[in-house]
């Protein structure tokens, strides 16, 4: 039978910490993980392959995340790329922001790794 | 949790470097002038500490970074104005925050009460802003949440209902089920410029063309459709999405004619369904807009036979990539992660030290393998020889390979200048600038780190002692701020790192009656106002009339002297009266090997570095010339030079005295001055492994380090300056009279005896 591909996740984050938290946790969880340090390296990265999901920092250099998700969202092929957000607190004024942005959802950081796992098997899988 | 725990030692390093950041971005805040960038800048370094340290649940970390951040926040939102005690509260903050992450490193809890007072200091600033901070009020009605399904959610993640609603009805409709073999799946997105009907184009005929090359599912989008009152007829606002599958034989140009007309009016971007097909043909006469795959470089990997391939049109189909193994994944994976490829890698310290080890231990084996060899007669093993040879050089640039990547740039001491000025020049209430130059110059890492102090200790100094106070300068018709000026520069073979002030020089006839009535120097001896100026350097000697809380702190130049000469390095100052000083600090590149050239003295052997080295000579009587009661010199090249008898100095018996019966090598010291050093024989040239005399015996004036020869032999590592200090102050006449002489031989000689067991 055929081999199920593995989904392939961006994380962006300007903090090389969190990058390999994601990354080590995703991949144990048998997703195929690339990094971005900022959003503008994230869009040439979904440029340059195929991602089924995004998961995000929202403080970052160079391009934020929110213009990361809006600028993604205007692309009409990404219109329904799920992206979540991290946020470093469960604050209702980023949620918001992120939400009419075009987020698909939210992750509080320190992220729990089960959480995280059963958040992206939600939305990719 | 726990599975996180190994990220620790990322998060303590990653820190470190955003404190640095932060502390460099702080120290450029200044009132009037601030820089968002910067202040972004650093409220993103407060922020990725406050993430990372909740990750490992570091809660004193977290809490205190949180008030950091609070007050940050702020500052970019411009409801605080930057104020010079504010600048001072936050870069207190930021030490404050390295102490948080030192505790945390260690695994122990910060004493109780740490950060009270700068807790207090960040609210106080909060407070002063009037506002208290919209990160403690309450959101200001943020939009709310209409969504037609309910969210996911908890505390810790949630998933808006509609996005998700939104993302599953998309998914249903793309309905990714794999395209039948041979046939391959398109995603064109047709994008018109709005005035596209004006130039008579009917995108209608565009679809219908594409129908006729296959299955095409096509979705309109109306974003962009206005209201109806807004309506202009004449105008196009719609844009499509169409999902084309097509035989393998469709290729992309059959595509791209469809659009032929219209290609620079319209914004289009064909895709392949992922994985891509092997072969893409580029965009024609196109910018490849930015999320189209890069076709020209997949394409460029393509071998010949699959090039003819495209031309025909058959693209390799879809189903391929599906239930392909993973050499179809893995080759098209690298051509995916090119945009993320990293050029560094972090490696412990401890490996590098470990090859630096290794290499110096094959250096020596070199060495001893050479020595072996040295004694067959010429001609015979000849391969054996020019093997050798091969050895040797490539042991050369193994050694360089492995010394580059322990190089660093002294910026990372340099970067810690800034602060301590703006400290000092409060302190003192000097106004004071510090221009740096050169940062980028490259030294071993153990250099760089032990520069720190020496530097501190000397821009103290020159701000402290050197400079006037704003007022004096102004009388004078100086500006009134001083100018500290740092600068780093490869010379010969050494680093040479130079600190500038623009102050009032050195005092001399201060410093003269201060040594002379702490008993350094002889009331009534004549001295060079070079020599006094050198002075400062001798222990226990401090001008300062008061011991300033500054540069007074128990630490003088003499101090600053032996931490540089610990390192081989050493030391100069020059000095103008009224223009202001210059203290010179040359220090070698590496403190693990060196290209040396052996000599001979008597039995004894000796290591001249070779960056010292000009030439070797075998002087004729004609040359030499005495000076009666001084020094023998010899003519070199047009030019006097003192000649130093190296068995004189250091008393070895049974060498040769004559020079012109022995060879004399000609040396050059940093600062240009050169000397005649007579020896026995030159026995070749040789890259030494350098061990520290200090760490296994003590310092000898004239040595810089010792090293193991081939025959396992310990051989002393001159050191060319100390050698023209001995020789100035013996006379070169015996070993007596020196200041200081070198002790003969017999101590390091019973030392060698030992080693070579080792």
């Known amino acids: ?52 999901l995004v998961i995000t920092d929202l403080n970052m250099p160079v391009m934020d995340g929110l213009t990361l998700i809006r600028k993604l969202r205007a692309i009409p092929t990404h219109r329904s790329l799920p992206i979540l957000m991290l946020t470093t607190e469960a604050d209702e004024k980023k949620k918001a922001e992120g939400r009419s942005a075009g987020a698909t959802g939210w992750i509080v950081k320190p992220f729990n790794p089960d959480k995280l796992v059963s958040v992206v098997q939600k939305v990719c899988g | 949790m726990d599975d996180l725990s190994r990220f620790k030692q990322t998060y303590f390093d990653e820190s470190a470097e955003l404190l640095a950041v932060a502390e460099a971005g702080l120290l450029r805040l200044s009132p009037g002038d601030v820089d968002m960038d910067e202040v972004n800048a650093i409220f993103r370094a407060v922020h990725s500490i406050k993430g990372g340290g909740g990750a490992f649940g570091f809660s004193d970390l977290v809490a205190f970074s949180h008030e950091f951040e609070t007050v ?80 996911d959610e908890d505390d810790e993640a949630g998933i808006f209902g509609d996005a998700m609603a939104a993302i599953n009805a998309a998914r249903d409709s793309e309905a990714p089920s794999p395209p039948p073999a041979d046939r391959v799946r398109w995603t064109i997105v047709f994008r018109p410029k709005s005035d596209l009907l004006l130039s008579g184009n009917e995108p209608a005929y565009m679809l219908r063309a594409l129908r ?91 071998p010949p036979g699959a090039t003819a391939a495209k031309t025909d049109g058959t693209a390799k189909p879809r189903g391929a990539g599906t239930n392909g193994g993973p050499g179809t994944n893995g080759g098209s994976g690298g051509g995916e992660h090119a945009g993320l490829t990293t050029h560094t890698i972090r490696v412990d310290l401890d490996k590098i030290d470990r090859l630096v080890n290794m290499v110096g231990e094959m250096v020596i084996t070199q060495a001893m393998i050479a020595e072996h060899l040295r004694d067959v007669p010429p001609g015979q093993f000849q391969e054996l020889q020019e093997g050798l040879e091969q050895l040797a050089q490539h042991t050369r640039e193994l050694r360089e390979s492995v010394m580059s990547i322990r190089a660093q740039p002294v910026s990372s001491v340099f970067s810690r200048m800034p602060r301590l000025v703006r400290e000092c020049a409060a302190l003192t209430g000097k106004e004071v600038q510090l221009a740096t130059s050169g940062e980028n110059t490259e030294v071993d890492k153990t250099v760089v780190e032990n520069l720190v102090d020496p530097l501190t200790h000397m821009i103290r100094n020159s701000i402290d002692h050197g400079l006037e106070s704003p007022d004096e300068r102004e009388r004078m018709g100086k500006p009134r701020a001083g100018t500290v000026h740092l600068s780093a520069q490869h010379r010969s073979g050494r680093i040479v790192i130079e600190v500038t002030d623009d102050g009032r020089g050195i005092n001399r006839a201060k410093v003269l009656s201060k040594a002379i009535e702490k008993g350094l120097v002889q009331p009534g001896a004549s001295m060079t106002d070079e020599e006094i100026d050198h002075l400062i350097f001798l222990p226990g000697f401090s001008t300062a009339d008061q011991v300033s809380n500054l540069s007074g702190r128990g630490v003088g130049m003499d101090v600053v002297r032996r931490n540089i000469s610990s390192l081989g390095g050493r030391i100069g100052v020059y000095s103008t009266p009224g223009e202001g000083s210059r203290f010179v600090l040359s220090l070698p590149l590496t403190l693990a090997v060196l290209d ?90 040789q890259q030494v492994v350098i061990k520290s005399l200090e760490s296994n015996f003590r310092r000898l004036d004239g040595v810089a380090a010792a090293t193991i020869l081939g025959d396992g032999r310990v051989a002393l590592i001159l050191d060319v300056a100390g050698l023209r200090e001995m020789s100035r102050h013996s006379g070169d006449s015996a070993s007596g009279g020196g200041r200081s002489p070198a002790p003969a031989l017999p101590a390091p000689k019973s030392e060698s005896r030992q080693r070579q067991t080792v």
């Open chain 1, 1 to 52: 039978m055929e081999p199920s591909v593995k989904k392939k996740i961006l994380t962006v984050d300007d903090s090389r910490t969190m990058r390999d938290m994601v990354s080590f946790t995703l991949r144990a969880a048998g997703y195929d993980v690339v990094e971005a340090p900022d959003g503008q390296a994230a869009m040439t990265a979904i440029a340059a392959a195929k991602v089924d």
């Open chain 2, 72 to 151: 940050m926040d702020e500052v970019r939102n411009s409801a605080i104005p930057v104020t010079t005690e504010l600048v001072d509260t936050l870069i207190r903050a930021n030490d404050v925050l390295a102490q948080m992450l030192a505790y945390a490193g260690e695994g122990v809890d910060a004493p109780p009460g740490a950060t009270d007072d700068t807790v207090a200091a960040l609210r106080h600033a909060l407070a002063a802003s009037g506002g208290g901070g919209t990160a403690s009020a309450a959101p200001q009605t943020p939009p709310p949440a209409t969504s037609a399904v309910n969210d």
């Open chain 2, 212 to 302: 006729r090359l296959g299955d095409a599912e096509i979705v309109c989008h109306l974003d962009d459709l206005p209201k109806l009152a807004d309506l202009d007829a004449e105008l196009l606002h719609l844009s499509w999405t169409i999902t084309l599958t097509a035989d393998a034989e469709v290729g992309r140009e059959r595509i791209d004619d469809v659009f032929e007309f219209v290609a620079d009016e319209c914004d289009i971007q064909i895709t392949a369904d992922a994985p891509l097909p092997a072969v893409i043909a580029p965009p024609p006469k196109r910018d490849a807009p930015p999320n189209t795959p890069p076709a020209l470089s997949e394409s460029a990997l393509v």
């Open chain 2, 596 to 685: 040396g050239m052996v000599i001979s003295v008597g039995e004894e052997r000796f290591v001249l570095p070779l960056t010292n080295i000009v030439e070797s000579l075998r002087p004729k009587p004609a040359d030499l010339h005495g000076l009666v009661n001084k020094c023998d010199v010899i003519m070199a090249r047009g030019e006097y030079v003192r000649l130093v008898h190296l068995h004189r100095l250091f008393g070895i018996p049974k060498a040769i005295d004559d020079a012109t019966k022995g060879l004399v090598v000609l040396v050059e010291t940093e600062d240009g001055s050169r000397l005649g050093l007579v020896v026995d024989e030159v026995l070749g040239q």
